[in-house]
């Protein structure tokens, strides 16, 4: 039995909407990054659903250079939020004006 592309579709928009309302929602940063962190892996599900369903090996390509930027987003945020810790001692969004301009 093979699952329609439309199933994986659903469940990457579903995905992708539980990351996008997490980050307007949420104001702990590190809740932010794992939002935008189940947007591209959302992203991800439907580069896969679609290579499979031309038979095309494209979708796979994109994906390792997605998971390789995510992986660089992750790293770099999670030093940012250490960083801004150690600082203020509070991870919440609205406590940073140093972000401002």
Known sequence: MTVPIDAYLVVGAGLFGIGVIGVLVSRNLIILLMSVEL?????????????????????????FLVLTIAAAEASVGLAMVITL???????????FSILKW
């Not at 947007?39 to 994906?63: E, K, P, Q, T, Y």
């Not at 150690?86 to 406590?95: A, E, L, Q």
């Open 39 to 63: 947007m591209l892996n959302a992203a991800n599900l439907a580069l896969i659903a679609f290579s499979r369903a031309l038979n095309l090996m494209d979708g796979h390509a994109f994906v």
């Open 85 to 95: 810790y150690r600082n203020h001692d509070t991870v919440n969004i609205d406590r």
